[in-house]
Each structure stands twice: as C-alpha cells, then as structure tokens.
C-alpha cells in the first residue's frame, strides 16, 4: 500500500538517501554521487551529512567504508527516484556480485515523504535503516528538529554505537 502526504512545497516531497563507498577513491566517489544526484532532473539537495568511516557490517572481510546522507527535496515518484539512484551507482561503476559485499558506490532511499510501500523493488522505509549506525548517524546530520523521526533515530543510532558492533568515526566535517 502507498500513502502519501502533502508537502509543505508544491509538488517537491521530501526524501533521505544514504551513500556508501569502500572500493577506489571513497570520498572523491561519494562527492560525485552528489553531484549527480544534484544534476539530476527533479532533484534538488537540501542537506548533506558529514562523512563517517564505519567498520564494514555484515559481511566483515571488506574495507572499511565511507558514508554518508543526503536530504533531498523532489518531484519523482519513488519508483523514478530509485531509478535515478541505480544510475548514480551504475555511473560510478557500482557492480553487482556480492549480496553486502564491497563497492564503489551504495545508494539507498531511506524514507520518502510520509509513504510506506513494499513491493519487490522497493520498500519504504529502508528495511534495514534503523539497525545501522552508519546510517542512521549520517541520517541525525540531516534529519531537520521538526521530522517526527528525529528522536527514535537518535536514539537508536546512541543504541547501535553503544552496542560497539559498529566502530564509526567522523571523517570530515561538511560544513
Ligand atoms: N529503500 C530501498 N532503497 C534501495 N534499494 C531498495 C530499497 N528497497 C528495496 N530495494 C531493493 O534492494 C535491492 C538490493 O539493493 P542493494 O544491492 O543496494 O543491496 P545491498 O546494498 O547489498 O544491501 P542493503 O539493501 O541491505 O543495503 C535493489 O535491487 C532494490 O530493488
Ligand atoms: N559500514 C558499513 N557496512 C556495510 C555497508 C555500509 O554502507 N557501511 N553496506 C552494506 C550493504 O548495504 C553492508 N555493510
């Protein structure tokens, strides 16, 4: 089922995407995703997210990896946003092999609007989001005061570091 809300700029929804990278040159990479996704038509990026170095989850025999997230504001469908999203990755060399393995570039659609879905291709919010810390640390940078997710992420991104499963450390600072 979708549902969605009404946002405060006609026709703009807003979205959260979270970046990944733990291949070649990961901050280089992350910076072109944004670019991309900046140059993207119905796109427009509100907020960017400090970048993290967090120890690689799951599957662990990988490189450490960058992340990060974006705020977006947007007139695409989610179904079209997601497309824009595999093109970045697909742009920047992304290739598809190992199920949480390691890559150039990850691109996920945290939350968009008020919708929840679930469909074979896509489901909101990101089913996995609110276990990881190198989300959802990323995700507390660009989460305005007034999001009404805002407490419950802060709170389980406090838990995920805690829990000291996930080393994660802030790289650069933005802004
Ligand atoms: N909210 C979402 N954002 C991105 N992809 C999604 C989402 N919901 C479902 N998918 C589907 O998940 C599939 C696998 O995505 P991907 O290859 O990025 O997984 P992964 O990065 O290895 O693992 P994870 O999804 O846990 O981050 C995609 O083909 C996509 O259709
Ligand atoms: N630290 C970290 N670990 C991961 C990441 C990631 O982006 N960062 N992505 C994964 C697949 O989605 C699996 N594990």
Redesign the pocket.
């Known amino acids: 089922m979708v549902q969605s809300f009404p946002s405060d700029q006609a026709g703009l929804y807003e979205a959260y995407v ?1 970046l ?1 990278s733990n291949l070649g040159d990961r901050e280089q990479t992350l910076r072109q995703a944004i670019e991309q996704l900046s140059a993207a038509e119905g796109i427009q990026v509100e907020r960017v997210s400090d970048i993290y170095e967090t120890d690689p989850v ?1 599957y662990t025999d990988q490189p450490a990896f960058l992340n990060m997230a974006v705020a977006i504001r947007t007139s695409l469908t989610p179904d079209d946003l ?1 497309s824009v ?2 093109d970045v ?1 697909h742009h920047l060399g ?1 290739v ?1 092999d ?4 390691p ?1 150039t570039v ?5 939350l968009y609007e008020g919708v929840t879905m679930d ?11 609110m276990e ?1 810390a190198f989300v959802l640390v990323p995700l507390c940078d660009v989460l305005t005061m007034a999001h009404p997710l805002r407490a419950a992420v802060e709170q389980s991104a406090t838990l995920a570091c805690q829990d000291g499963k996930e080393g994660i450390k802030r790289w650069i600072t933005i802004c």
């Open positions: 979270a990944g799951g997601l999203l595999f990755e992304r598809r190992i199920r949480f393995g890559r990850d691109l996920d659609l945290l469909t074979e291709r896509l489901i909101l919010p990101h089913p996995r989001m990881r």
